[in-house]
């Protein structure tokens, strides 16, 4: 993954910034918008932060587990 790369245009949020939040405590869209604003303008990269967020989310707690 790209941590440089831009995920919500509107924000200049990075994917970096998601993968922050998500290792910071952040578990849902909801609190990942709360945390870095991605989505939160236009929507249009709704779908992609919210894939990213799970599969962060999936990976945090995958390493959790083990």
Do not use: F, P, W
Request: with cysteine; aromatic share 0%; charged share 25%.
């Amino acid at each position: 993954m790209d941590l440089e790369k831009i995920i919500c245009n509107c924000q200049g949020v990075t994917c970096g910034q998601i993968k922050e939040a998500v290792d910071a405590g952040a578990a849902t869209l909801a609190e990942v918008q709360a945390a870095t604003g991605a989505g939160t303008v236009c929507g249009a990269c709704l779908d992609r932060v919210a894939s990213l967020v799970e599969r962060l989310v999936a990976e945090r707690d995958g390493r959790q587990s083990n």
